[in-house]
């Protein structure tokens, strides 16, 4: 069974810095793309971010774009999300997440998941 983990959420001031983590356990995602998504209470799961190593692509959100990284280890089950320049706008539930059917696109939705992982809160203070 294929289970996703993630940690590295908290607190941070505005202008700070965090990094998620998402580790995969079952397979390694040489041709999924994975990525993050992220909810607010009262709102659907957004896409942030994500990547696929077999093609070398990433995307990330419009308001997220130069502030935040993602990046998949050597062995393919480990994403971080490294997050610089926050704003209390990041604050949110963040989720990891899977694709094992699709690209790496702007088309990142949460209808394509596959694997979800339990989700990860991060919270800005203004």
């Not at 941070?12 to 995969?24: D, F, K, N, P, W």
């Not at 999924?32 to 942030?48: D, I, N, T, Y």
């Not at 089950?77 to 694709?99: F, G, H, I, K």
Request: glycine content about 12%.
């Amino acid at each position: 069974e294929v289970q996703l983990a993630e940690s590295g959420g908290g607190l941070v001031q505005a202008g700070g810095s965090l990094r998620l983590y998402c580790a995969a356990s079952g397979t390694t995602f040489d041709e999924a793309a994975m990525g993050w998504f992220r909810q607010v209470p009262g709102k659907g799961r957004e896409g942030v971010a994500c990547i696929r190593s077999s093609d070398a692509t990433a995307w990330y959100r419009d308001s997220v774009e130069g502030r935040f990284t993602i990046s998949v280890n050597d062995a393919k089950n480990l994403v971080y999300l490294q997050m610089n320049s926050m704003t209390p706008e990041d604050t949110a539930v963040y989720y990891c997440a899977v694709d094992e059917g699709h690209p790496c696109t702007a088309k990142w939705t949460p209808a394509y998941v596959d694997v979800w992982g339990q989700g990860t809160l991060v919270t800005v203070s203004s």
